[in-house]
């Protein structure tokens, strides 16, 4: 904006006179319209005066004409006025007067209403306590305003009406975000209080994404709730407590998370956290990852709510283990027993060796084992058993056709059978009866012995018992008697 003068672009402050209601300004050649734009006019005093104009001037026993002249009389120096850009750009161009010597321009009606409020309210209540009848309405005019910013209070004298007016007569401009009450129209009488609460940029950047807004004279935690942002058990990068500076603020916050975590062979732990990454997770709680360990996630893998986190542990250990050691088995044929029997004659003695082994292992459990040497602590002795050589005769065989049926249903047919259920050869003679009728003569165990040979004892078995219930259940099946 520009003020205007006819050499500096300045209106300058002149003396004015009594005997005319115009001679606010001095400048060369005045238009017709001067008196119209830079007079006092009735309204304009109604308008310093309110609503209760009426009753205002009859306390102070005057009337609008008379104060306006009163105003003209003790009037001496008047505030500059300034002149909008546009009709100072008219000026010097010379379209000013020369292309609008009629009508003045809108934004110059508009500038020196502003111009004749600013000056005129102090100079009615000038006037009015000057002429002594008016000292109350005076006073009256004259308001004690509160002025809260931020929380700061001061006590402001003004005979402003509105709020507006009154904080632009101070200085203070209201910004897009700023917090006004009441609103800047509103008027304000004495003992009012305007509050003003500075707007604040917060940028906020939760779990790696970035939100911002703007808050009042608040903490920072009470930012938080405003911005919406849950920060329940989360981290936050500055003190909740702090207040949130005018210049604004930048925080970051971390989420509270809950998520499982499985390491190795420990049983699963349920974690509340509010790491960002699983690398900050392992830094939180302060673990390693062994060179032969497996994570299964990637370190930068983003934490969530409910995410699990497994950690497969592999160990390497040396173990020295003492193993028995068997003794060697020394055989010495005797032809005085039976082929294939055979008799111990010392039992020998177990020996003792200690070995050294390599065990690896996954999430506990072993997974491979490597032998790295071995010492002998205990020599073993040997065990010493008679094998028989001696050949029985084959003794005949009577009803081999009835025995062979018999050997298919007993033992599918197989004369060397031994299941390890105690009976045994192809007619499951136990060892008892094998022994009772002779059968040790041509072998230790009846599956040792040949075909010929389990006919002819359990063909004394047969004749003994007076048919074949020995094999009961076979012996039905064949119809045998």
Same mark, same amino acid.
């Given at each position: ?10 209106? %300058?402050?002149? =003396? ?56 003209? *009389? ?11 850009? &546009?009709?100072?750009?008219? #000026? ?25 409020? #600013?000056?005129l309210k102090a100079a009615v ?12 309405? *005076? ?8 002025? /809260? ?18 904080? =632009?007569? &101070? ?14 129209? *509103? ?12 707007? #604040? ?19 920072? /935690? ?29 925080? +970051?916050? $971390?989420? +509270? ?12 732990? +349920? ?19 062994? *060179? ?9 893998? $983003? ?18 283990? %003492? ?15 039976a082929k294939g029997e055979k008799?111990?004659? &010392? ?23 490597? &032998? ?11 065990? $010493? ?13 009577? /009803?081999?056709?009835?025995?062979? #049926?018999?050997? +298919? ?18 007619? =499951? ?24 040979q389990q006919i002819a004892i ?24």
């Amino acid at each position: 904006m520009n003020s205007f003068n006819e050499d500096t672009d300045w209106f %300058t402050p002149v =003396q004015t006179s009594p005997a005319t209601a115009t001679g606010l300004l001095e400048r060369p050649e005045p238009s017709e319209w001067d008196t119209t734009v830079f007079s006092i006019t009735p309204n304009d005093v109604l308008e310093v005066l309110g609503p209760d104009a009426d009753d205002l001037l009859a306390s102070a026993n005057v009337d609008v004409d008379e104060l306006i002249r009163l105003i003209n *009389a003790e009037t001496t120096f008047l505030p500059p006025i300034i002149i909008p850009d &546009e009709v100072s750009q008219d #000026r010097v161009a010379g379209t000013l007067l020369t292309e609008r010597p009629d009508a003045p321009p809108a934004a110059m009606v508009e500038a020196s209403r502003k111009w004749k409020k #600013r000056f005129l309210k102090a100079a009615v209540a000038a006037v009015l306590v000057t002429i002594g009848g008016g000292a109350a309405t *005076a006073f009256a005019m004259d308001k004690a305003v509160t002025v /809260d910013i931020d929380g700061e209070t001061k006590t402001v004298h003004t005979y402003e009406s509105t709020v507006g007016e009154i904080l =632009q007569d &101070e200085g203070i401009a209201v910004g897009e975000h700023d917090a006004l009450s009441p609103a800047p129209s *509103a008027k304000v009488g004495d003992g009012g209080k305007i509050s003003l609460d500075r707007g #604040r940029l917060v940028k906020a950047t939760v779990d790696g994404e970035s939100r911002e807004g703007w808050v009042h004279s608040v903490t920072v /935690d009470e930012a938080l709730d405003q911005l919406k942002i849950d920060d329940n058990g989360a981290w936050v990068s500055e003190n909740r407590d702090m207040a949130v500076p005018l210049s604004g603020l930048s925080l +970051q916050v $971390k989420s +509270q998370k809950t998520i499982t975590l499985f390491d190795g062979a420990n049983e699963p732990k +349920q974690i509340k956290t509010t790491a960002l990454t699983v690398d900050e997770l392992l830094k939180e709680q302060k673990l390693t990852i062994g *060179a032969e360990d497996k994570l299964e996630a990637a370190l930068d893998l $983003k934490i969530t709510n409910g995410v699990e986190v497994h950690i497969s542990r592999t160990g390497v250990s040396v173990v020295n283990v %003492t193993e028995s050691v068997a003794p060697p088995v020394e055989e010495t044929k005797d032809d005085t027993l039976a082929k294939g029997e055979k008799v111990v004659v &010392e039992p020998g003695e177990a020996g003792e060796v200690i070995k050294t082994y390599r065990v690896s292992t996954t999430n506990g459990k072993e997974t491979g084992r490597e &032998e790295l040497g071995s010492k002998v602590t205990k020599e073993a002795k040997p065990k $010493k058993v008679k094998i028989g050589t001696k050949v029985t005769a084959t003794p005949p065989v009577s /009803d081999g056709g009835d025995w062979d #049926r018999l050997v +298919q249903c007993e033992a599918t047919g197989n004369w060397a059978i031994n299941t390890g259920n105690g009976y045994y050869g192809g007619l =499951q003679f136990d060892k008892q009866t094998w022994d009772a009728y002779g059968g040790s003569a041509y072998a230790a165990y009846p599956h040792q012995a040949s075909r010929e040979q389990q006919i002819a004892i359990a063909t004394k078995v047969r004749d003994a018992r007076g048919g074949y219930s020995a094999w009961p259940a076979c012996q039905a099946k064949l119809g045998l008697p």
